[in-house]
């Protein structure tokens, strides 16, 4: 990971048409390559938050820096080379007659030649499994499947940041292992990954950063290990870490390490406390 | 007697062009609850959790056309010949996406809507909203507009309508996937609490295994338009093969279980966190006392 940011906001307020900032001087500085999982509670600022990274919104006062532009003046389109945003729901943003076209408006309009546009969208609808369903209207889809199709038609335009807001919802279990690994690999290649999402063992298995949003303001932002075991502040933004972590404290006083995080390390350590009395 | 009776179920929606096939959706369904109980309907996207429950109060195939046969019985009434509007009092759906079903001006209103259309009492209704609003957490939003709300808001907005309507029936579909930890909490909470103290029979799709374990009587995963399994979540959890086949979640403690007993031989079949502790702490705790 380069040490260079690749977004940064400065003192970031925003207000919708109501009386509470939805933001209130959020102060961020993102690395390049990074994988960020950005949660809290609902309301809290979540998204409000990575809509000002594609332009979506302005900041009310303050500044966002994509690279080393400022969104200000940078409309969505232009954002959008660099910057790929998927909805928490798909129907803001699938309108397209057939799940062929939905994919492939974006390269289109990134300025490609047909061919090129043809070969970005064989290539998104094989990665996603959406090649049976190519010619089918995306609107009629399960919902499932209308949220692989609105992240493949963002995967189609190859930008450098992906955000996804709650990528797992209305998927199945197998559906959202599968995408994991398909965002793992983005990563892999140096995409940076943006995560908004409320399934803990989730953030706790792939992210590698974890930004807490409470009230329209970062509470803690870290490693995702470290801020996993920030219970004081965890607690304040009501967040619970993963079930496995959970059991670990409440078993802390026979020898568990409170920061295990995963079932392999928990085992681990069960065989050692168990071997240690015989 | 049985509050849903579901005998050999098959359903196929229309084609979606004229002259193609239809689409077969319910392939031989049979389930029977009692009043009072909690089903949690697991299983992968496409294999018919929603038409199954849209079936319970009549939108399939009243709204939806198709072809069914088999019987369907909700609260001694086939939803298939009782108007949608009558069952509607009876039977309560929450849907997926709760933008489908928010459209009021106020929170407030929304919540009041359907106790309005049952022709109940001012004063009543009155409570019933701010009842129901408690019970999702919302008291305070009652006047905002639910256009203003973020996704989680919005779904806890159409829980609260539902509940408002006071179902014997409630038919949830993914209700709390875009709440936040806590709230999914609540809601589990605050359904499971309706299911003993007013004996509501919940139907609940949800892939979240660790709430599934915690407040179903029973999980049914369906699988290619059949119910693939019915039983205690301690049951499904635990069969491998059926995990192999349908792919479903697991609550972390009983991923836990099964490793530990591949490596150290043990025998434990948790699903709940209190359950795993105390199991954990009982042999750990013998152990390190024996001689």
């Known amino acids: 990971m380069s040490d260079s940011p690749c977004l940064r906001t400065r003192d970031l307020w925003y207000e919708y048409d109501t009386a509470i900032p939805a933001l209130n001087g959020v102060d961020l500085s993102i690395p390049d390559n990074a994988y960020l999982?950005?949660?809290?509670?609902?309301?809290?600022?979540?998204?409000?938050?990575?809509?000002?990274?594609?332009?979506?919104?302005k900041p009310t006062r303050g500044e966002v820096w994509i690279y080393d532009r400022s969104t200000e003046s940078a409309t969505v389109g232009e954002l959008a080379h660099q910057v790929g945003y998927v909805f928490q729901n798909p129907d803001h943003q699938i309108f397209c007659a057939t799940t062929r076209e939905e994919i492939g408006f974006g390269p289109r309009n990134l300025g490609l030649t047909p061919e090129a546009v043809r070969a970005r969208v064989d290539d998104a609808l094989e990665t996603f499994a959406l090649t049976p369903y190519a010619d089918t209207p995306p609107a009629v889809l399960g919902y499932g499947l209308r949220r692989k199709v609105s992240i493949a038609a963002v995967y189609a335009m190859r930008p450098k940041i992906f955000i996804l807001d709650e990528p797992s919802i209305g998927l199945d279990w197998r559906s959202a292992q599968e995408l994991m690994?398909?965002?793992?690999?983005?990563?892999?290649?140096?995409?940076?990954?943006?995560?908004?999402?409320?399934?803990?063992?989730?953030?706790?298995?792939?992210?590698?950063q974890m930004l807490v949003m409470h009230e329209g303001e970062v509470l803690t932002y870290g490693p995702t290990e470290a801020v996993l075991c920030r219970t004081e502040q965890l607690e304040q933004a009501q967040i619970a870490p993963p079930q496995i972590n959970r059991l670990a404290r409440r078993l802390?006083?026979?020898?568990?390490d409170g920061r295990t995080l995963s079932v392999e390390a928990f085992c681990a350590a069960f065989g050692e406390l168990w071997e240690e009395k015989t | 007697m049985s509050i849903i009776s579901i005998d050999d179920l098959h359903y196929a929606y229309d084609p979606p062009l004229p002259g193609?096939?239809?689409?077969?959706?319910?392939?031989?369904?049979?389930?029977?609850?009692?009043?009072?109980?909690?089903?949690?309907?697991?299983?992968?996207?496409?294999?018919g959790k929603t038409t199954l429950c849209m079936a319970l109060n009549g939108l399939v195939p009243q709204a939806t056309g198709g072809r069914i046969r088999g019987s369907v019985e909700v609260l001694g009434?086939?939803?298939?010949?009782?108007?949608?509007?009558?069952?509607?009092?009876?039977?309560?759906?929450?849907?997926?996406?709760?933008?489908?079903?928010?459209f009021c001006t106020t929170v407030q209103d929304e919540v009041a809507f359907g106790p309005e259309n049952l022709g109940i009492a001012a004063q009543e209704i009155e409570e019933r909203v701010e009842w129901a609003l408690n019970v999702v957490n919302m008291t305070s939003y009652g006047d905002r507009s639910p256009n203003q709300l973020s996704g989680g808001e919005k779904q806890r907005v159409a829980l609260a309508a539902s509940l408002a309507m006071m179902p014997e029936v409630l038919i949830l579909d993914e209700p709390a996937a875009s709440l936040d930890p806590l709230g999914r909490f609540q809601v589990f909470e605050a359904i499971g609490a309706l299911c003993r103290q007013r004996r509501?029979?919940?139907?609940?799709?949800?892939?979240?295994?660790?709430?599934?374990?915690?407040?179903?009587?029973?999980?049914?995963?369906?699988?290619?338009?059949?119910?693939?399994?019915?039983?205690?979540?301690?049951?499904?959890?635990?069969?491998?093969?059926?995990?192999?086949?349908?792919?479903?979640?697991?609550?972390?403690v009983s991923a836990l279980a099964m490793a530990l007993n591949d490596r150290y031989g043990s025998t434990y079949r948790f699903t709940r966190l209190d359950e795993a502790e105390e199991a954990l702490r009982r042999d750990l705790v013998k152990q390190q006392s024996s001689p």
């Open chain 1, 181 to 208: 690994v398909l965002v793992d690999n983005l990563h892999a290649q140096g995409h940076t990954i943006i995560l908004v999402s409320h399934d803990m063992r989730l953030v706790a298995e792939y992210t590698r």
């Open chain 1, 37 to 57: 999982a950005i949660v809290g509670q609902n309301g809290s600022g979540k998204t409000t938050l990575v809509k000002h990274f594609n332009g979506l919104l």
């Open chain 2, 77 to 102: 009434c086939d939803p298939r010949r009782t108007p949608v509007e009558a069952l509607a009092a009876r039977v309560g759906i929450v849907y997926q996406d709760p933008e489908s079903q928010l």
């Open chain 2, 200 to 252: 509501m029979t919940i139907v609940m799709v949800s892939h979240d295994a660790e709430h599934v374990a915690q407040f179903s009587d029973r999980v049914a995963v369906m699988w290619e338009g059949r119910l693939a399994r019915v039983d205690a979540p301690s049951e499904i959890f635990f069969d491998r093969s059926l995990r192999e086949q349908v792919g479903f979640a697991i609550p972390q």
């Open chain 2, 20 to 47: 193609g096939e239809p689409i077969r959706v319910l392939c031989g369904i049979d389930l029977c609850m009692e009043r009072g109980e909690f089903l949690s309907l697991m299983g992968p996207t496409g294999v």
């Open chain 1, 252 to 256: 802390s006083d026979l020898g568990f």
